[in-house]
């Protein structure tokens, strides 16, 4: 359990200045992120949100060493650091314990960056990958990912006349993480400060690939105002829309468990990008996206007992 | 019983595979990562090798593509690592984007290239359109005519890349030389050691203690600045090329510069080669100046920086030149030697320029022999005595 009062007294690494959208939940997960850390750290970002926003030359907002490359590829430039230093350690060239994390987007994590992902994961490079995932390609305006969910309209998956915003459920890319046997894999919410960090905390003391997927409100892509950030991000989770969980050795245990489960209206009604699934006419789009939250909640649930 | 060029050489049979893997552990980087690629495979195979049995130090990265490869010879080299990767043809071409980056980042890695067609149709064969493909991405590219170059070029490659702070590929051509078992002398790993010295980068990201952020973004306002950086430092590198050849001579006793002439002293007409087909086509000069004929041959070594005013030098008084072109650029003008070499001399020549001729040859490793060469030649001869070049691009052993 991270401590609040301890929190508040170390030095922030992430700093302000930097140019993310008021109310961008990049930022709240890169800070809690560097918050977290106890060992220096060298983070690999993806092209991204982040990534633009964060270090426009000749400023910076990151107090550590920090690389970016490319957009697909944070899993396999963060393999190569993470290589560099066990040669150099080896060697006796480096000395200290540094740990190693990777941030990419959605779209950078879970369509272009997927294999980069996958390969750094299967090699046991001994990294933190973060998916801070807003649902959609925000950076350049909001088209949709494979992480968007269904209904949500984007700019390349819009809702028109014909067409009502996404028709796909997106993809499980935790899952897809778990199936790595990772000792260490969880879904957070930036909702949640407490089980974010301690999840952060966890994965960076695993000696092995970690994956963090944080589910993390967009004001401009998502529609909804600045301030909303936190309870939107609340809301996914009470919904049981994005659960929060963590699979240690692939064991299932589930961190939060609304006492009682919202509709998932309750989640789209403070959003923009929803508005057009609360009319009438598309309540059959409503019905299969509950449908499919209570069956994944459910097979969650069952996992757990595993 | 085969001279060795220094007393401590040591005469080995390799193919060119085998001779740049040997040339990696003898360079022992601290990280190599990389994937197969047909024909390249063995050099990584080989060095993989090496690992497992301990004779290096190395962190090999088992990638799961040629774009992890260089991503991850990117973060390693950012982190202070000497790192190094071998690939080839579609590998490079998926490469391609993180060429760029390697370079503006200026990382010195170094990789050894097999030269291989690039598809469509797919072909495992040796030509020179995968490194020409990237030829404007701010790399080094030293081009070797056998094992022996290919050895020597690897080893200082990795000199000239950390000195310049910028990348270099090391080129061989697929099969001819990449599976072709040649003599080659072998420098002692000490001497390798000392020649290449330790790697200490400048800012490395891992001292932690001194945190930057590499790979900012550059708008307007930076961006320039930053390329004409790279662009003034390919430049800087043409000196840098031949101080580390002349102490590789000093060294070892053999010879490097940009390029080879090969018996230019009274050529009147020349061919301007790069790679294995320099090794056909001085036997071509041989037998030609029996004739009486004043052939000669540059054989180009660096082609990344390119020597422009040198080569034009050595050009400009001739009377007719062929420039083969193991590529084509595709574009609806000759190919990219052939490019270089006129600019080089529209540029520099005080007085008339030689008639200048480009022939295509040898894609997808089609073959090219004596007297494919024999006819370029006395191509020269006709228009070196008032021929007319009708087609500057033409053809050698195209059905």
Redesign the interface.
């Known amino acids: 359990m991270a401590n609040l009062k301890q929190l508040s007294q170390k030095e922030e690494l992430f700093t302000g200045g930097h140019r993310l959208c008021a109310g961008c939940g990049a930022g709240i997960v890169a800070r809690q992120t560097l918050l977290a850390t106890d060992t220096?750290?060298?983070v690999?970002n993806a092209t991204g949100c982040l990534?633009?926003a964060s270090?426009?030359?000749?400023y910076?907002a990151?107090?550590?060493?920090?690389?970016?490359?490319?957009f697909?590829?944070a899993?396999?430039?963060?393999?190569?650091?993470?290589?560099?230093?066990?040669?150099?350690k080896?060697?006796g060239k480096?000395k200290?314990e540094?740990r190693f994390i990777a941030f990419g987007g959605d779209g950078g994590t879970y369509d272009i960056g997927l294999?980069?992902l996958?390969?750094a994961m299967?090699?046991r490079h001994r990294m933190l990958y973060i998916c801070y995932n807003n649902e959609a390609y925000m950076n350049t305006g909001i088209q949709r990912s494979g992480a968007t969910p269904r209904g949500a309209h984007t700019t390349t998956a819009p809702a028109g006349k014909v067409k009502q915003g996404k028709e796909q459920f997106r993809k499980d890319l935790t899952a897809i993480m778990v199936a790595h046997n990772l000792p260490f894999a969880a879904q957070a919410s930036i909702g949640y400060w407490n089980d974010y960090i301690t999840k952060v905390q966890k994965a960076l003391n695993t000696d092995g690939p970690t994956f963090i997927n944080v589910i993390q409100p967009c004001r401009l892509g998502w529609g909804y105002k600045p301030e909303d950030t936190i309870q939107v991000g609340k809301l996914a989770v009470e919904t049981c829309i994005w659960p929060v969980y963590e699979v240690v050795n692939g064991k299932y245990k589930i961190n939060m468990k609304p006492k009682e489960k919202k509709p998932v209206t309750e989640f789209f009604k403070l959003q923009a990008r929803f508005k057009h699934l609360l009319k009438p006419e598309n309540k059959e789009i409503v019905d299969s996206i509950q449908a499919e939250v209570d069956r994944k909640w459910e097979n969650l649930l069952k996992l757990e007992t595993l | 019983m085969v001279q060795t060029t220094t007393k401590n050489g040591i005469i080995v049979a390799k193919t060119g595979n085998e001779i740049m893997a040997e040339a990696m552990r003898q360079i022992a980087p601290d990280v190599v990562a990389a994937y197969p690629i047909t024909p390249a495979t063995e050099i990584v195979q080989i060095f993989s090798q090496f690992v497992a049995d301990g004779l290096v130090p190395t962190e090999f990265v088992a990638v799961e593509s040629e774009h992890s490869a260089m991503s991850a010879c990117i973060g390693s080299s950012a982190a202070g690592a000497r790192t190094m990767t071998g690939t080839s043809s579609q590998g490079l071409a998926l490469m391609h984007e993180m060429l760029y980056i390697a370079a503006g980042l200026r990382l010195p890695i170094v990789v050894a290239l097999v030269n291989r067609a690039l598809s469509s149709p797919i072909n495992i064969h040796g030509d020179h359109s995968d490194t020409m493909g990237s030829r404007d991405a701010g790399w080094i590219q030293i081009y070797s005519e056998n094992s022996q170059e290919a050895y020597d070029n690897l080893i200082q490659a990795i000199r000239i890349a950390e000195k310049a702070k910028i990348p270099a590929m090391v080129t061989t051509d697929g099969f001819i030389i990449s599976h072709c078992m040649e003599v080659v002398e072998k420098i002692p790993d000490e001497d390798v050691k000392k020649f290449i010295g330790e790697y200490k980068p400048e800012r490395p990201l891992l001292d932690y203690k001194k945190p930057f952020s590499v790979g900012a973004i550059d708008l307007q306002d930076y961006y320039f600045e930053h390329r004409y950086q790279l662009i003034d430092a390919m430049e800087k590198a043409k000196p840098i090329v031949l101080e580390v050849a002349e102490d590789f001579k000093k060294e070892f006793n053999r010879e490097y510069g940009f390029y080879e002439k090969y018996k230019m002293d009274d050529a009147d007409i020349a061919i301007v080669v790069i790679g294995s087909a320099a090794g056909t086509a001085k036997v071509a000069v041989d037998d030609i100046r029996k004739k009486g004929v004043k052939a000669g041959l540059i054989k180009l070594r660096v082609f990344r920086p390119f020597p422009h005013k040198e080569l034009a030098q050595e050009l400009s008084n001739l009377k007719a030149v062929a420039v083969l072109d193991r590529c084509d650029s595709n574009s609806g003008a000759p190919a990219p030697l052939y490019l270089e070499v006129t600019s080089a001399l529209y540029t520099h020549c005080k007085s008339e320029c030689p008639k200048v001729i480009n022939y295509v040859y040898g894609l997808g490793g089609r073959d090219i022999d004596l007297h494919h060469i024999a006819y370029v030649y006395d191509m020269l001869g006709k228009i070196k005595t008032g021929t007319q070049i009708k087609k500057v691009v033409n053809y050698v052993n195209l059905r």
């Open positions: 220096p750290v060298v690999a990534e633009v270090t426009i030359f000749p910076t990151w107090k550590v060493p920090w690389i970016h490359s490319a697909e590829n899993g396999a430039t963060c393999s190569g650091v993470e290589a560099a230093y066990k040669s150099l080896r060697q480096i200290d540094i294999q980069s996958s390969g299967e090699r």
